[in-house]
């Protein structure tokens, strides 16, 4: 039986998601990475796809934008098909100053400005924080290892803001001081429904600008970096 936002059957996802923001971006993945990839579903054009990476069957489904659609689709996934883990593939705003366009972000923390989490357990400030087996597994994954730092990969807090057109120079100028790497708009709320479902999740992001440097990718720049992330994903998931 089909969600209401998710129009496949039961048993149309493999246990393992990867979750763009675009679904553009979802068929891209499933037709450069995926062996014997269907679409399984097409609701609103969020488009989803399941097939398999080197015999393992895998998903990817995309998200949409902010925490309310991130959050729908997640819970439908963990909660009407059966999905164990997702790993959310996006892009992110680069904060903290050593970063650099097309740097890798392996989120180990989400703030967030949403009240969404707030609601779900009153009067507490959640920590949103990801799977620690994929959050481990993907660093691996990218060459993290005692002593050692891979280039252009960084793990830490990225912080999940409610609007995108917004200027809060001083809240960002704090977020930084506290170690915040990274602005993006969804995943505190993935991690805390997958903390709600029981579930495993993650989210790796690209940096695609900059709001301390007026700097951005190119298109081409940055289906070959969201490239990079695809595969650190993959390669979670096969490892954790
Ligand atoms: N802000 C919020 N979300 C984003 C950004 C940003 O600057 N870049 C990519 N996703």
Redesign the pocket.
Known sequence: MATPHIGAEPGDFAPDVLMPGDPRRARRIAEMVLDDARLVTEVRGILGFTGTFEGRPVSVLASGMGMPSITIYATELFRFYGVQRIIRI????GMATHLDLGDVVIASAAHTDSAMTAQRIPGIHYSHAPSFALLSAAAAAAGFRPGVRPDGVHVGAVVS?DA?YVDRKTTNDLLVQYGTLA???EAAALYAAADAEGREALAICTI??L?FRDAALSADEREELFDRSVRLGLAAFATA
Do not use: P
């Not at 996006?90 to 705003?93: E, K, L, Q, R, S």
């Open positions: 996006g892009t992110a705003g803001n995108f602005v993006e708009m695609s600008d709001l």
